[in-house]
């Protein structure tokens, strides 16, 4: 009867440490916290309002908000001069977008009149790091612009 030859086999990888692993994970975790450190760090402030105006004949239009990042918007309207009464305005309030390629199509935040010559309406913009925004005022046929914002 003949016994087998022992086989041979490759040596094994040596053994790891249990807590190897463990200190791989917090390594990966310290560095990724500071990866977001230095990211917030680098992004610029938020500019403070106004964010942009647009001085009209008879009133000022206005818009604040976080130019070049998603966030709450408000576009205000202020008469100069005016007083309550017959003399409040019915104005549609909203924004405008755009960057190198395209200018967008405006959205609207909605139509109100004015109380005591002033009116501001706002809502959430969506908006990417390289474009402008702008407010727009509709009364009538008139559309009055603020002047571009940009991050």
């Known amino acids: 009867m003949s016994v087998p030859a022992p086989r041979r086999t490759a040596p094994r990888p040596p053994v790891r440490r249990p807590e190897a692993r463990r200190d791989a994970r917090r390594i990966a975790g310290a560095v990724a916290a500071l990866c977001v450190v ?87 913009v969506e908006m990417l790091a390289d474009e402008c925004i702008r407010g727009v005022m509709e009364r009538g046929e008139t559309v009055y612009v603020t002047k571009w914002s940009c991050s």
């Open 38 to 124: 230095a990211a917030v760090a680098a992004a610029p402030p938020a500019p403070v309002s106004p964010t942009g105006c647009g001085e009209l004949v008879r009133g000022r239009l206005c818009l604040r908000g976080p130019v070049g990042a998603d966030g709450m918007y408000t576009v205000s309207y202020r008469r100069l001069g005016a007083a309550s009464g017959p003399d409040e305005l019915l104005v549609r309030l909203g924004y405008q977008r755009k960057n190198d390629r395209i200018t967008a199509f405006p959205g609207w935040f909605g139509t109100r009149r004015t109380q005591g010559g002033a009116v501001a309406l706002g809502g959430r």
